[in-house]
C-alpha cells in the first residue's frame, strides 16, 4: 500500500501509512545504510516512538549507545533495531533532537569492530511535528 507524504523537511522526511494507521519522520544515517524514525501509532496511543534500523547487527549482550544533545542513552536492541527503554528517555531524546545538529548511534558488530551509524538533524523536527499532525485525528 503506498504511504502518503506528508513532506520533506531537509534529509528528514514526513508519511502517513493509512494502512495502519501510522505515521512517521524518518531520515537515513549519513552512510552505511541505517535509518532512524519517530512513530505515531493513534490506535495504540503511541506518539514520538524512537526507533534505529542499525547499518550492522550489534555484537552479542553489547547494547547500542545512542549520543545526542551531550547526553547517551543506551538502546535495547533486537537483531538490527533498536529502541529506548521507555517513554521518558524517548521524551529526553525528543527534546535533544529538536535542539541538536546531529545524533550518533554506536555499537561493536559482530566483526569486533566499532561501527557508528550518524545523522544530521536539520528538518527533523518540522518532520516530527508534521508526523504527529497527520495522525493528529486517529490516522
Known amino acids: 500500500m503506498a504511504r502518503d507524504s506528508l513532506g520533506m523537511f531537509e534529509g528528514w522526511g514526513a508519511f502517513r501509512d493509512p494502512a495502519v494507521p501510522r505515521c512517521y519522520a524518518i531520515a537515513v544515517a549519513e552512510k552505511g ?4 524514525d519517530v512513530g505515531v501509532w493513534p490506535r495504540r496511543h503511541v506518539r514520538g516512538q524512537v ?12 547494547a547500542p549507545r545512542l549520543v545526542v544533545g551531550g547526553r547517551r542513552f543506551e538502546l535495547l536492541a533486537s537483531g538490527r533495531d533498536a529502541w ?9 531524546v525528543l527534546a535533544a533532537m529538536r535542539s541538536s545538529a546531529g545524533m550518533t548511534v554506536s555499537a561493536r558488530g559482530g566483526d569486533g569492530k566499532l561501527f557508528t551509524d550518524s545523522y544530521r538533524l ?6 516530527i511535528d508534521s508526523a504527529l499532525v497527520g495522525c493528529a485525528g486517529g490516522g
Request: aromatic share 6%; net charge positive; charged share 25%.
Open 33 to 36: 545504510g541505517g535509518y532512524a
Open 51 to 62: 526507533h534505529f534500523r542499525l547499518s550492522k547487527v550489534p555484537q552479542g549482550k553489547e
Open 84 to 92: 529506548l527503554s521507555d517513554g521518558r528517555a524517548e521524551a529526553a
Open 122 to 127: 536539520v528538518g527533523a523536527a518540522s518532520a
